[in-house]
Nanobody, 124 residues
Framework: QVQLEESGGGLVQAGDSLRLSCAAS????????VGWFRQTPGKEREFVAS????????YYADSVKGRFTSSRDNAKNTVYLQMNGLKPEDTAVYSC?????????????????WGQGTQVTVSS
């Protein structure tokens, strides 16, 4: 069983940057694809980014493409989401999720393990 823990969220101003971390414990996630999702109250969970197990392939939601970058350090069992040019509409709880496959898709139900999430709030 793997446990995922996000960190790095906070309150920032529009235009600022944050780097979220998703640290895994219990077992290695070097063989898992990892996805990032976000959710605001009353809305469905939204896909943000996906990275494959080796970290050499990523894809993003159109809303964050060019601003967000996902990477991973398998030696540290950690996946990252670098968020630049943050906008108020990026405000949400961000969660990482792992899938027992090379890479996960855009649908949250494909993923096997989830973290609790970290709050990102962007003020205008």
């Amino acid at each position: 069983q793997v446990q995922l823990e996000e960190s790095g969220g906070g309150l920032v101003q529009a235009g600022d940057s944050l780097r979220l971390s998703c640290a895994a414990s219990g077992r290695t996630i070097s063989n898992d694809g990892v996805g990032w999702f976000r959710q605001t109250p009353g809305k469905e969970r939204e896909f943000v980014a996906s990275i494959n197990r080796s970290g050499d392939y990523t894809y993003y939601a159109d809303s964050v493409k060019g601003r967000f970058t996902s990477s991973r350090d398998n030696a540290k069992n950690t996946v990252y989401l670098q968020m630049n040019g943050l906008k108020p509409e990026d405000t949400a709880v961000y969660s990482c999720a792992a899938v027992r496959a090379d890479m996960g898709g855009r649908s949250w139900y494909q993923y096997n393990y989830w973290g609790q999430g970290t709050q990102v709030t962007v003020s205008s």
